[in-house]
């Protein structure tokens, strides 16, 4: 990710929006999802997050211009459950608020978003393909079936450029929550309240 950062620097200079998207899911239940499982969810989720922010905040912070960082959470960092994925995206919302808070102290020209939607249609259902061998799954963990839901669930799902549709209109609007599925509200207020 810090090459990434200087690359970005090197071919355009400086950096006005930062998104850090990325998502995996795996295990089971809570206890039932090994530690393997805990460090694939937890490395790309949460540390993904920390390490882009790590990599480009300060850059963003000594350019001294307008700028805006959108962290991907999910609707699942809302509302309870959720095992593994649940839990990383939980810690992505608490980090974005925090983030949020700081560059607010700071007096930051840089504003900060997290995205938290539902089912869009992507394919992160198969994400297993990019799991490290030192982190591999234990063979037959998987819930029989759940990948095939979840598949035809995201199918039916927002498309993704739908969803960059609303995140560059929240950005503009300076929505700190981007919540891309209303039909979801009632059971994040809920929860809220």
């Not at 530690?35 to 001294?64: K, T």
Request: net charge negative; hydrophobic share 45%; charged share 15%.
């Amino acid at each position: 990710v810090e090459a990434l950062a200087r690359q970005t620097i090197s071919a355009f200079g400086a950096v006005h929006l930062l998104v850090n998207n990325a998502g995996v899911g795996a295990g089971g239940t809570i206890w039932d999802s090994t530690l393997a499982d805990w460090e694939w969810v937890m490395g790309v989720n949460l540390w993904g997050v920390i390490h882009g922010l790590r990599a480009f905040v300060p850059i963003m912070l000594a350019q001294n211009t307008e700028g805006h960082i959108v962290n991907t959470a999910s609707l699942a960092g809302l509302m309870p459950g959720g095992g593994t994925y649940g839990v990383s995206k939980h810690g992505v919302l608490s980090l974005t608020e925090t983030l949020h808070q700081n560059l607010t102290m700071q007096g930051a020209k840089i504003g900060a978003s997290v995205l938290c939607p539902g089912f869009v249609n992507t394919n992160i259902f198969d994400a297993e393909r990019n799991r490290p061998k030192e982190l591999a799954a234990t063979p037959g963990a998987e819930i029989p079936g759940m990948a095939e839901i979840g598949r035809n669930m995201l199918a039916a799902g927002k498309q993704p450029a739908e969803v960059a549709d609303i995140v560059f209109r929240s950005i503009e609007q300076n929505h700190f929550y981007i919540l891309p599925h209303p039909a979801w509200d009632p059971i994040v207020r809920g929860r809220v309240d």
